[in-house]
């Protein structure tokens, strides 16, 4: 197992300054970061709040996905 910072819904939820019930729906309808339950026990992995975090922005594109330039001939 290994020993990634992980986040409570609470830690998460003030970080985000949204509802731990915000998550709680989230959970439910599969949106929102992945995250890891056990028995009653839910955690966000940091990694994967960094993930969610940058595939949530806007207004910035993701170089990947430019199109190439045009070559000037």
């Known amino acids: 197992m290994s020993n990634d910072p992980a986040f409570t819904e609470i830690e998460l ?3 985000w300054a949204i509802s731990i019930k915000t998550l709680q729906r989230w959970r439910s309808e599969n949106r929102g970061p992945r995250y890891i339950k056990l ?21 910035e594109p993701v170089r990947d996905e430019l199109p190439p330039l045009p070559s000037s001939a």
Request: net charge positive; glycine share 4%.
């Open 13 to 15: 939820a003030q970080r």
């Open 39 to 59: 028995s009653k026990v839910v955690r966000y992995r940091l990694a994967d709040i960094l993930d969610y975090e940058q595939a949530q922005r806007q207004g």
